[in-house]
Every structure is written in structure tokens, then in C-alpha cells.
């Protein structure tokens, strides 16, 4: 089924130069959807360029945003991401939202950007492939996930073996060739789909389901 957001608090697309813009079209056009409002956020307020060419101007700047005003930060792959520390700030104001119990969304180098920043240390994630995230020295390996698209929540563990959630944001990771399921994971984070219907969303939009289509039809009809 679909469930209707309850605060529909913006999703904040983090947009910079050199972002893949391949990457996070299939979560921002579902979650528009389903009625979310997608607000663009640049280093500045000044024009970015993606890596396709797309020129895109930014809704606010990075200094502007606030987690409290959020229901999720999608961070984007860029080369950038590899080519120095321009876009260090993000993954700073990743570890804020997490912090403050807002969810971050990260996908292909974006991933990178989070293990320099320390925040894929102690959580399950996944990225283009281990090595790839090893090449920035940071202490998570034993947390990599060998998977299309990986949700992370922390837990803490209290007496008698029983876990219980830590405070912090869920945290979504996947892979430069990976749109679809790192948009599975969104989706399901949000709640715009779950169950079966998640599973057609992502069955027509991975591997062309024509099955999986009549599945939605039917829920959209509900």
C-alpha cells in the first residue's frame, strides 16, 4: 500500500557541482509524488552544474538548513566528492541531521564523504565497493554490506542481550549503479510504499516486471 506522509516536512536534495544526475531521480520524482517538496540545497545559492550539464539553481544554501526542518538529506555522488575537500560541508551537516534523529540518504561518492567524516564507522552500509571506501582510512569495514542498497540503524545494547535504539538518523547507502534500489530504500524509509507494493515499484522499475505493474495499478485503484 501507499501511506500518506503525516508532517510532510521537505526532502532536501543536496545539489553541487559534478552530481550524478542519474542517482537520485527515481526517489525524488516517487517522493514528489506522494507529496513530498523537494528543496534543492547548494554549497551558496549560486548556480551548480551537474555532471550531465544540467544547470541547476539551488533553493537555499547549506548554512540554511536545519534537520528540525527536514524529513531527509539526499546526498548525491560527484566527482568532487574524491577531488578534495569542497564538499566536506555536507557530509558535516549529514553528521547534524543524524545527530538530531533526521535520516541522510548518501549514494556513490557521497558514501566516501561519510566515512572521512566518520559516520559509516559503527553503521551497516554499502558503497561502490569496499576498497573504494578503505581508500579514505576510515574504521567501518567490518560494517560493509555486499548489497544493492543498505538502511542502518543504530542500536545500543542494554541488559540481558536485548538491543534497543541508539539516538541518531537512519542512514541509507547504495552504490553509483545502484538509483533504483537506493530509491527502494527511501521509499520504504518514508513509508510512500511498502510490502508488496514496494516490491512491484521495484520489480517494474529494476527488471521491467510486467507483473509488477498491475500490482500498482491495483493498489492505485484502492
Known amino acids: ?14 545539489v553541487y557541482d559534478t552530481l550524478a544526475d542519474w542517482e537520485t531521480g527515481h526517489a525524488t520524482a516517487h517522493l514528489a509524488r506522494a507529496g ?3 528543496r534543492t540545497v547548494g554549497p551558496t545559492r549560486e548556480p551548480v552544474t551537474s555532471i550531465g550539464g544540467l544547470h541547476i539553481q539551488p ?18 555522488g560527484a566527482d568532487l566528492w574524491d577531488a578534495g575537500d569542497d564538499l566536506a560541508p555536507f557530509a558535516r551537516v549529514a553528521r547534524t541531521f543524524l545527530d538530531a534523529g533526521t535520516p541522510v540518504a548518501a549514494i556513490c561518492g557521497a558514501t566516501a564523504g561519510l566515512a572521512r567524516e566518520g559516520l559509516l564507522d559503527d553503521r551497516a552500509h554499502t558503497s561502490a565497493v569496499p576498497f573504494y571506501l578503505a581508500a579514505t582510512g576510515y574504521q567501518g569495514a567490518e560494517h560493509y554490506v555486499d548489497a544493492d542498497a543498505v ?3 543504530v542500536f545500543d545494547e542494554v541488559s540481558d542481550g536485548v538491543t534497543d535504539r541508539a539516538p541518531g538518523g537512519r542512514l541509507v547507502t547504495a552504490g553509483p549503479t545502484e538509483p533504483v534500489a537506493f530509491a ?5 524509509l518514508l513509508g510512500v510504499y511498502e510490502g508488496e507494493v514496494l516490491d512491484a515499484w521495484y520489480r517494474l522499475f529494476h527488471d521491467s516486471d510486467a507483473e509488477a505493474y498491475l500490482v500498482l495499478q491495483k493498489a492505485a485503484a484502492r
Open 1 to 14: 500500500m501507499t501511506r500518506t506522509p503525516a508532517a510532510r516536512k521537505p526532502v532536501h536534495l543536496a
Open 36 to 38: 513530498y517538496e523537494i
Open 59 to 76: 533553493d537555499l544554501a547549506l548554512d540554511e538548513v536545519r534537520p528540525d526542518d527536514s524529513s531527509l538529506l539526499i546526498l548525491p
Open 151 to 153: 538502511t542502518d540503524e
Open 184 to 188: 527502494r530504500e527511501i521509499l520504504r
